[in-house]
């Protein structure tokens, strides 16, 4: 059993330079990083970021088959980049939720050629609407978690708070947020991210006032975050 658990989407944008990036299990990604408003160069990250990092969410791999309870179960569980579907990452688990009160999970992988093999326990809590609910046991803070994360150059899967994590929009500036959103507008009109791009055309069954209007919001938006980001760096704008 396999499937893209979590997918990354390192933004392509085009006509920028091409950098290197070492990304999770010490394979190498590329990803363009252009000038401001690419959606990239302004972003520095004070903590690791969530998306840069792996996911293993305890609810979607139950709904997904990939364990059940009251079995055991083993498998691959794969990570892939979203639009490319190119592979990040690949980790081998076993799973055994026959029995709740000693329910565990066993992930093992190589990170930079060094292989890790350890389980995670399970433990479930009754909620009051009825049924019963699983958790991961976070291996380093012994906490229940929906979710476990390897964070980019850490070795093994545990609770966001133990990696200090934070989500990118914690990271971002007010600027960054609204650059952010540009770009947002800029793809659901079929169109490039990026300031310099020009504005997209209408799609098609779109009405007038619609686009007219995402057309403000993203005009308003950039002379918002251009302005933003000159005072930042004190220059004129």
């Avoid at 691959?76 to 190119?86: A, F, H, I, R, Y």
């Avoid at 150059?153 to 200090?164: I, L, S």
């Avoid at 007038?208 to 760096?233: P, V």
Wanted: glycine share 12%; aromatic share 12%; net charge positive.
């Amino acid at each position: 059993m396999c499937g893209a658990l979590c997918e990354h989407g390192i933004k392509d944008f085009r006509g920028n330079s091409v950098v290197n990036l070492l990304y999770d299990f010490g394979k190498k990604l590329r990803c363009k990083v252009g000038g401001y408003g690419s959606g990239s160069w302004y972003r520095w990250s004070t903590r690791p970021v969530v998306e840069d990092g792996l996911t293993l969410d305890l609810n979607r791999l139950i709904r997904q088959r990939h364990i059940s309870p009251g079995a055991w179960s083993c498998g691959p569980l794969n990570w892939s980049m979203v639009g490319s579907g190119e592979h990040i990452a690949s980790i081998s688990y076993e799973a055994d939720l026959s029995d709740p009160e000693n329910a565990w999970m066993r992930l093992h992988y190589k990170r930079d050629g060094k292989p890790e093999d350890y389980k995670v326990r399970l433990t479930t809590t009754r909620p009051n609407y009825g049924g019963r609910r699983w958790w991961f046991v976070c291996p380093a803070r012994g906490c229940r978690t929906a979710k476990l994360y390897l964070a980019a150059g850490g070795d093994w899967f545990v609770c966001r708070q133990a990696y200090g994590m934070a989500y990118r929009s914690q990271n971002e500036r007010p600027e960054d947020r609204q650059a952010s959103r540009v770009h947002q507008l800029r793809r659901k009109l079929g169109g490039e991210a990026g300031f310099d791009q020009p504005m997209p055309p209408k799609p098609k069954g779109m009405h007038w006032n619609t686009y007219y209007r995402m057309c403000d919001e993203i005009m308003f938006l950039e002379r918002s975050s251009w302005a933003g980001a000159a005072k930042r760096f004190g220059i004129g704008y």
